[in-house]
């Protein structure tokens, strides 16, 4: 958030009282679209790496149809595509296994518990 706001602190500005938690939360749901928060939960590709991905798939499909029209008597070839990133790779997966450890232990302890009845 520092990167975003240069020239201030916004988490002491919010503890100092000198903006209100609603403006706080406002700074944080319009922070950059490539900020740390937004790549923590959607991961590491924006909307803009998606879209050259797909654009990239669509232009070798049909640079490879073009390829097997004209190919005379060669064999058809097949397109290679571009690894399609896995949904939560990376930091974010382990997040998500933390949390997901997380959860299961609270549910242990709370099925652990001595029955009051």
């Known amino acids: ?3 975003a706001y240069p ?3 916004p988490l002491s500005d919010v503890f100092s009282g000198k903006i ?19 790549r923590a939960v959607s991961g590491e590709w924006g909307d803009e790496e998606w879209m050259l991905w797909d654009i990239s798939g669509r ?3 049909l640079s490879i149809q073009l390829h097997n ?6 064999a ?13 790779t990376g930091e ?5 296994k933390a949390a997901e450890h997380q959860m299961q232990d609270n549910l242990l302890k709370v099925l652990a518990r001595p029955n009051p009845h």
């Open 59 to 61: 232009l070798r499909d």
């Open 7 to 9: 020239g201030r602190d």
């Open 20 to 38: 209100s938690l609603r403006k706080f939360r406002v700074m944080v749901e319009n922070l950059p679209p490539k900020n740390p928060v937004a």
């Open 1 to 3: 958030m520092l990167q």
């Open 69 to 74: 029209l004209f190919r005379g008597n060669s």
């Open 92 to 96: 974010h997966q382990e997040l998500e």
């Open 76 to 88: 058809a070839l097949e397109p290679e595509y571009l690894p399609r990133p896995e949904a939560g």
